[in-house]
Structure formats: structure tokens, C-alpha cells
């Protein structure tokens, strides 16, 4: 059973257009849940950490919650810029390694 | 600005070959992590290490092993490439206390063939 889960797969939306991907997850003790960027062909890149339940980051266009089982990732307004892979990881109290799921495709049509 | 640098982009091995990859950080992070990318698998933990000379088996060890002899330097290596290991292998650091998240390279396209 996989730990986190990231829905919807693939997500099509027009310029200007928002919306919100989920990342649910099991863990026994969560120290940290994460979002990455990654562009085609790339590194993941560090978007945001949340630690505790009601915690919410900004930047930009986007922002992260965290409630106890789920987070979201809210996309104002985006742009074809924003065009990317999102992915969620989590990590346990007891380890120090990352658990990901498997990204939200995202694309931002003008 | 700081960086995880994988030494190759792009690499092409026969079956059996023994291949290294090589990645180096320049932030003197305690932790660094091998994983595999594949689609619809999504990253897949191979390896990861704490500190020199340390290493821990993450969820896909076989077929793969690891060496840590600098705090900066961090080497995979597949002891004899198979096409099942084609795939783009990235690399990550994270400082110490684990309560950070991971700073990743550009990534090595392998394709072993």
C-alpha cells in the first residue's frame, strides 16, 4: 500500500484557471510533508515544507496546507510557467529518507 | 548558490558493464540519497547515507551498490548493468537532523543496452 498518493495524475487548465492538487498519505509519525517542482528532463525542485496540521506556505501563485491525512497544493491564476510535475513526499519521525508519491502532471494552457 | 552535481546527463551502457555514477554536494550536508525515476513508479530510494563510510538500503537496493569515502562525494554503482536498470537516476543531499528537505541533481539518464 503506498503511502502517498497524489491525485489527480494529470490536471489540463486554461491560463487564469484555479484549482488544487491532493496529496494524501499514511504515516505512523509525520516530521515533515514536502513539495516539489519538477520541469521535464530535471531535478525536483524544493517548492515547500509543512510540519504540523493547519501549517500553510506561500510563494507566488501557490500555496500548501496540511491537514492530518491530506495536502493540497492551490494554484491561483496560473500560467503556462506553471506548466510542470508537482510531487508530494513525506517524512517519518523515525527516518531520514523521503517518501514520494507518484506527482501531479500540470498543464497551464494560454 | 549551492548545488548537488551529477557527473554525467546522458549515459549509454552495454549489459554487464560495471557503471559508476558519480554525485558531489557543496553544502556539507550530512545525508545524501540515490533514487530511481521511472514512469508511473514515480522515485524509488536505492540508497542513502548519513555520513562517511555509512550507507543504509532504501526500498530497492539489488543490483545496485553504494560508496561514501568524502563527506561530498556520493557514488552509485551497478556491479553489472541490466536493460531493467535503464532508467533516470537522481541524486539528493539534505543536512544533518533530517528535518529538511532534499536538495536534488540535474539527474543521469542511463540506458543500458
Known amino acids: 500500500e503506498d503511502q502517498v498518493t497524489q491525485s489527480p495524475e494529470a490536471l489540463r487548465l486554461q491560463e487564469g484557471e484555479s484549482s488544487s492538487l491532493n496529496c494524501s498519505y499514511t504515516?505512523?509519525?509525520?516530521?515533515?510533508l514536502f513539495w516539489y517542482r519538477q520541469d521535464p528532463g530535471k531535478g525536483p525542485e524544493f517548492l515547500f515544507t509543512?510540519?504540523?496540521a493547519g501549517e500553510e506556505k506561500e510563494k507566488e501563485r501557490l500555496k500548501a496546507t496540511l491537514t492530518k491525512k491530506e495536502s493540497f497544493l492551490h494554484i491561483t491564476a496560473p500560467k503556462p510557467e506553471d506548466s510542470a510535475t508537482y510531487l508530494c513526499a513525506v517524512q517519518e519521525n523515525s527516518g531520514y529518507a523521503l517518501n514520494f508519491g507518484k506527482g501531479t502532471s500540470l498543464l497551464v494552457t494560454p | 548558490d549551492v548545488k548537488v552535481t551529477q557527473s554525467s546527463r546522458y549515459l549509454v551502457k552495454r549489459t554487464g558493464e560495471k557503471v559508476f555514477l558519480e554525485c558531489v554536494q557543496d553544502m556539507d550536508h550530512e545525508n545524501m540519497f540515490w533514487y530511481r525515476q521511472d514512469p508511473g513508479l514515480g522515485l524509488r530510494l536505492i540508497y542513502f547515507?548519513?555520513?562517511?563510510?555509512?550507507?543504509e538500503k532504501g526500498d530497492i537496493p539489488e543490483g545496485y551498490s553504494v560508496s561514501r569515502e568524502k563527506k561530498e562525494r556520493f557514488s552509485l554503482i551497478l556491479e553489472s548493468a541490466s536493460t531493467n536498470q535503464t532508467s533516470m537516476y537522481l541524486c539528493?543531499?539534505?543536512?544533518?537532523?533530517?528535518?529538511?528537505?532534499?536538495?536534488f541533481g540535474s539527474g543521469t539518464r542511463l540506458t543500458v543496452v
Open positions: 504515516v505512523s509519525g509525520l516530521r515533515g
Open positions: 509543512l510540519y504540523s
Open positions: 539528493a543531499s539534505s543536512p544533518g537532523g533530517g528535518d529538511y528537505g532534499y536538495t
Open positions: 547515507s548519513y555520513d562517511v563510510k555509512m550507507k
